[in-house]
Structure formats: C-alpha cells, structure tokens
C-alpha cells in the first residue's frame, strides 16, 4: 500500500523559476528515493537521502530530510522545461529492498 | 547502474486473453520487482521475484492473476492473466543496484480492450 502523500499534485511554474515538491510518510524508513517520470515512461532515478542525512544536493536538486516530521522535499533549482515530468518520493521500510512509493507531483515548466 | 529492458514496450489485447512482459537485466542480481501503474496513478508493487524460489506478492496480488518466472539471475517473467479493461497500466520491472538504489525498466504500456 502507499504510504507517502506528495503535495502538490500539480504544479506549473515558468522557465528559471525553482520548484518544490513535498513528500510525507507514516513509518520509519532506511532511506528515501526521488524519481522522475517523463510521460508515463520508465523512472529515472534522481537522488537517495539515507535516514541519518538532512540535506543532500545533486547539480539543480536539493532534496531535505526530516524524520521527526516523517517528510521530505525535493527543490529544483532554475527549472527548464525540460523538467517536465511527474516526480514521485519513495522509501523502503527497516530492511526491506521494496519500494513504497508517493502519489506523485506533476510538474510543468513553461518555457 | 543496472541496464534494464522489457519486452514489448506496449501492447493492445482483447479481455479475456493473456500478456507475458519480459524483463532482462544486463547484471546478475538477486531480486527483482514488478509494479503496476495505473492511469494517472503512483507506482504500486505486485511481486517480488527471488532466483530459485516462488514469488512473494503483496496484499491484493495473486499468483493465479499474475504468474511469475525467474529462471535465472538475469531475467523474469510477469504475466497478467485473463486480462479485463481494468488491468490497462504501465508494468514495470525494477531491480536494487549498489547503494539501495532502484533502476527500473522502461515500462510496458498495456491497454485491454
């Protein structure tokens, strides 16, 4: 079952504009993942942010971790329309190699 | 990171018919997964697929619905059977590479008539 709530579901913001994604989740987790998914397509992988972290950067993203509120965010920096896509938060839980995944925000970058 | 591909990439089919997505990996590892990803809907796992022994799948899955194969450390079946209007979703096939990370495959796009 789903156990990360992502907000917004939708968002739409113009080109050089940051966008931020939240994610939220019910149980203790080892760590926790980003993905992108462009038009239904396969997931891209974007960032890992282990259970002991709070921040982690990669190029444009900044992804926070805060596990006494059980949420995370995903902030993109100088957005491109290229970054259009769904972006979904997933965790896996104590030892467990699967995934739970969020619901996902759909973002839009105009140009 | 792990190279995954899956076969076919989309398909039409009538209900009442069957559809076997295959998965291979360009590496050898242990465990594989299988999602399912409704129309404007997140990801949700169906099973995971372990070399040598039987599936195991989540709650609401069964194996009488989507039978599993894993022959081997590289590759896995998943079909959906006796197929209906509301089995239309993209499956996916994933796999945990170094570092917890999960690489998935490009999906399959099911639509059922």
């Known amino acids: 079952s789903q156990q990360g709530e992502e907000d917004p579901q939708a968002l739409s913001i113009q080109e050089g504009e940051n966008a931020t994604m939240n994610c939220s989740y019910k149980?203790?987790?080892?760590?926790l993942q980003w993905y992108r998914q462009n038009s239904g397509r396969g997931l891209v992988h974007l960032i890992l942010i282990r259970s002991n972290e709070r921040e982690k950067h990669s190029g444009r993203l900044r992804v926070t971790l805060d596990t006494s509120k059980k949420s995370s965010s995903l902030l993109i920096t100088a957005s491109r329309a290229a970054d259009t896509a769904s972006y979904f938060c997933?965790?896996?839980?104590?030892?467990?190699?699967?995934?739970?995944f969020g619901k996902g925000t759909k973002l839009t970058v105009n140009p | 990171s792990a190279v995954i591909s899956q076969k076919p990439s989309r398909d039409i089919c009538q209900r009442g018919t069957s559809l076997t997505i295959q998965c291979q990996v360009d590496?050898?590892?242990?465990?594989m997964f299988w999602y399912r990803q409704q129309p404007g809907q997140s990801l949700t796992l169906i099973a995971t697929a372990n070399q040598g022994s039987e599936a195991t799948y989540e709650s609401g899955f069964v194996i009488d619905k989507f039978p599993i194969s894993r022959p081997n450390l590289t590759f896995s079946t998943l079909t959906v059977s006796n197929m209906s209007p509301e089995d239309s979703s993209i499956y996916l096939c994933s796999v945990q590479g170094l570092q917890e990370t999960q690489y998935f495959g490009p999906g399959t796009r099911l639509l059922v008539l």
């Open positions: 997933a965790s896996n839980q104590g030892g467990s190699e699967k995934l739970v």
């Open positions: 590496s050898q590892v242990t465990m």
């Open positions: 149980t203790s987790i080892n760590n």
